[in-house]
T-cell receptor, first 113, second 111 residues
Framework: DAGVIQSPRHEVTEMGQEVTLRCKPISGHNSLFWYRQTMMRGLELLIYFNNNVPIDDSGMPEDRFSAKMPNASFSTLKIQPSEPRDSAVYFC???????????FGPGTRLLVL | AQSVAQPEDQVNVAEGNPLTVKCTYSVSGNPYLFWYVQYPNRGLQFLLKYITGDNLVKGSYGFEAEFNKSQTSFHLKKPSALVSDSALYFCAVRAHNRLAFGKGNQVVVIP
């Protein structure tokens, strides 16, 4: 099994640009989570999906952030427009239905200049 | 609200010595508890979990954790630390169908 796949692994962009982060969950997993990790705030849950439906997006910082899951094997997290304070490592994780354990991808390291 | 606390920022231990990383929890009902490890520039990796049953849970890489209901703790332990165990360790508890993570503990194993 390839595990959770995220792309790109690194992204450097300028303030005001649109950023799109991508995630492919483990095949057969039906829950998907987006997290953000910073030194100041630690690991924060942004949003999670169950069976492609957003269940809780209360962690999404503001309207500049949006997430979609058009099918069971793909999700995107978009930031538009990006700001320097969005610089962080963004993780995607997936989980099999009925199980508790989440499996994390390698993360996308985002730097907004 | 379900939450975990990891009271120490960093744990330093000499190679070969026992390693303990502390975690206390606050939940209503029965806790589902987890430990994850994050190596530099990597995602979080699952180590072990407690759902029910034996209070001593064994996990990956020689780690174990002891569930203590009276002390509301779930400390992670390893009898003999390796330099390669140097990493960031997260305790987590199930909260409303997702995981609530602690702030993490940096473990430094000194050769």
């Amino acid at each position: 099994d390839a595990g959770v796949i995220q792309s790109p692994r690194h992204e450097v962009t300028e303030m005001g640009q649109e950023v799109t982060l991508r995630c492919k969950p483990i095949s057969g997993h039906n829950s998907l989570f987006w997290y953000r990790q910073t030194m100041m705030r630690g690991l924060e849950l942004l949003i999670y999906f169950n069976n492609n439906v957003p269940i809780d997006d209360s962690g999404m910082p503001e309207d500049r952030f949006s997430a979609k899951m058009p099918n069971a094997s793909f999700s995107t997290l978009k930031i538009q427009p990006s700001e320097p304070r969005d610089s962080a490592v963004y993780f995607c994780a997936s989980r099999l239905g009925g199980q508790e354990t989440q499996y994390f991808g390698p993360g996308t390291r985002l730097l907004v200049l | 609200a379900q939450s975990v606390a990891q009271p120490e920022d960093q744990v330093n231990v000499a190679e070969g010595n026992p390693l303990t990383v502390k975690c206390t929890y606050s939940v209503s009902g029965n806790p589902y508890l987890f430990w994850y490890v994050q190596y530099p520039n990597r995602g979080l990796q699952f180590l072990l979990k407690y759902i029910t049953g034996d209070n001593l849970v064994k996990g990956s890489y020689g780690f174990e954790a002891e569930f203590n209901k009276s002390q509301t703790s779930f400390h992670l332990k390893k009898p003999s630390a390796l330099v390669s165990d140097s990493a960031l360790y997260f305790c987590a508890v199930r909260a409303h169908n997702r995981l609530a993570f602690g702030k993490g503990n940096q473990v430094v194993v000194i050769p």
